[in-house]
T-cell receptor
Framework: KAGVTQTPRYLIKTRGQQVTLSCSPI?????VSWYQQTPGQGLQFLFE???????NKGNFPGRFSGRQFSNSRSEMNVSTLELGDSALYLC???????????????FGPGTRLTVL | AQSVTQPDIHITVSEGASLELRCNYS??????LFWYVQSPGQGLQLLLK??????LVQGIKGFEAEFKRSQSSFNLRKPSVHWSDAAEYFC????????????FGDGTTLTVKP
C-alpha cells in the first residue's frame, strides 16, 4: 500500500502571498490531520478532517484553513503569508474505524515551506 | 488538556549501550500514547503505540515502552543501540475524544557514539 504523499515537497513564497499544500492519505483512510513543525514551537496540531468535515482544530489564526474531498485527499491553505509561517507542514492519515476520534496516525514526508 | 514532557533535550549513548528516553504525559482520562522517530528532513515514523491492555508494548526496530499510569509515564527503551538509531524521538499523547489530535513533546535528540 502506498504511504501518505504530500505535494509539493518544497515551496518558497514571499510575504503576503498565499499557498496551498496537498495531502493524499493511505488508501481507505478517512481521517487526515495537519501539523506544523518549527524549531521554536515544535509540532503543533492545525486541524483534522473526517469525511469532508472538520472535526477538530488547533489554535491557529484564520489564515490557516483546510478542506477534504470525497476521496479523502486534503488540502491546507495559508493566506497572507508571514515569515513565521516558515515550517515543515506534516500531514497524517488514520483509518479510524467506526468514526472513532483517534487512531494510529501515519505521517507523510512533509512540505517544507519557506517564506521570504 | 493534553500535554507531554520529554525532560531530556539531548542524549548521547555509545553504540551497543542501552537506551531509555523519558516521557511524562498529562491527560485526565485514558490516554493513547505514541513514540515516533524522525530523521533529518523526514516525516515521523511510528515506533510503537499504547491504547489499552498490556502495559509493556513492543515496537519496531527493537524498541519497547512501558505505560505506568501511577507515574504518568511512557518511557522508551532499547537494550542495545545501533548507530542508525541516531535521530530525534517524539512522545505523543492522544485521546479517543479529541479527534485526530496528537499532542507532542519537544523531542529528544539521540546521538550515538561509535
Amino acid at each position: 500500500k502506498a504511504g501518505v504523499t504530500q505535494t509539493p515537497r518544497y515551496l518558497i513564497k514571499t510575504r503576503g502571498q498565499q499557498v496551498t499544500l496537498s495531502c493524499s492519505p493511505i488508501s481507505g483512510h478517512r481521517s487526515v490531520s495537519w501539523y506544523q513543525q518549527t524549531p521554536g514551537q515544535g509540532l503543533q496540531f492545525l486541524f483534522e478532517y473526517f469525511s469532508e468535515t472538520q472535526r477538530n482544530k488547533g489554535n491557529f489564526p484564520g489564515r490557516f484553513s483546510g478542506r477534504q474531498f470525497s476521496n479523502s485527499r486534503s488540502e491546507m491553505n495559508v493566506s497572507t503569508l508571514e515569515l513565521g509561517d516558515s515550517a515543515l507542514y506534516l500531514c497524517a492519515s488514520s483509518l479510524v474505524l467506526g468514526g472513532a476520534g483517534m487512531d494510529e496516525q501515519f505521517f507523510g514526508p512533509g512540505t517544507r515551506l519557506t517564506v521570504l | 488538556a493534553q500535554s507531554v514532557t520529554q525532560p531530556d533535550i539531548h542524549i548521547t549513548v555509545s553504540e551497543g549501550a542501552s537506551l531509555e528516553l523519558r516521557c511524562n504525559y498529562s491527560y485526565g482520562a485514558t490516554p493513547y500514547l505514541f513514540w515516533y522517530v524522525q530523521s533529518p528532513g523526514q516525516g515521523l515514523q511510528l515506533l510503537l503505540k499504547y491504547f489499552s491492555g498490556d502495559t509493556l508494548v513492543q515496537g519496531i526496530k527493537g524498541f519497547e515502552a512501558e505505560f505506568k499510569r501511577s507515574q504518568s509515564s511512557f518511557n522508551l527503551r532499547k537494550p542495545s543501540v545501533h548507530w542508525s538509531d541516531a535521530a530525534e524521538y517524539f512522545c505523543a499523547v492522544g485521546a479517543r475524544t479529541n479527534a485526530g489530535k496528537s499532542t507532542f513533546g519537544d523531542g529528544t535528540t539521540l546521538t550515538v557514539k561509535p
